[in-house]
């Protein structure tokens, strides 16, 4: 298990802004402050020299040695103190000199100690679903919006999606690296996006990388690469790493695609590499069963109907229902 990378890595950098710029600001606060207070400026001189002093006091020997160190503790108070009276007489907030973290915890670097501060987790989730491919679909396609009332037409209907529904919300809710790969197989328009998005957000939550996009622009960017557009240098990496990397893959939409000998070779290498490797995929299609069978080699259809886990959906479209 592991954060998307590319979206671990933004965050890092938004919040090394961050940091630097709540610094940046108070520092300009306190230039702005100790030119119009000077006294202040003087305050804040004998401050910043008040860990010398207490090295100077250790170094003269033990002798009265707490009594000197709360005699300076005292003395820092006090200017402290009389620096906070400057700030409110001359119009100023009494934190006006602190820096503005966003975050207090871990005063916006993201950690406390070796620890990852929640804001930080929840950023890095919120730059994942973000990168999935899920983007805008997020908000409309979760669990909680799925509704059965449109299965509701026949009892057998309703049963089967009801299953389909609690297993798939179990499977994203408990999902680990070795869960089972999943085929969703139904007609358009009966909830296999809505089901996916909703499985991909709750994964995400649960701190994996999630990729998801259709079987076309995944395909395509394997041609991308094939012809080697926009590739400079070696380091670089390939646009496809991600779809062997990631800890679910969910590709909608299986046989939509245009197909060729080398999209079907990258199909079958693709699922093939996830299967070795334990990591789950999720596959949807309007197809049924023969014509996936009509439609890909031996090879990928064996991979399908003997690895993954087959959920049929049933019922009426539901984009049709709606419109009626
Ligand atoms: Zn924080």
Redesign the pocket.
Known sequence: MGYNKKAYIQTREIFKNREERAREDAFMRKCEVEAAVPEIREINKSLASAGAEIAIELARGKENIEQRINALRDKNLALQERRTALLTENGYPADYLKPKF??D??Q???F?GIDM????HREVIENTIRNSGIGALVDKQSFESFDLKYYSQDARCLNMMKNVYETLKEYAEKFTLNRNSVLMLGATGLGKTHLSTAIAKTVIELGYDVVYDTTQNILGDFEYERFGRGYNTDTEEKKTDKYFDCDLLIMDDLGTELSNNFTVSCLYNLINTRINKHLPTIISSNLTHKELKDRYEERITSRLMGEFVIMPFAGTDIRQQKMQ
């Open positions: 966003r975050c915890k871990c916006d670097t993201g406390v501060c929640e804001c930080f």
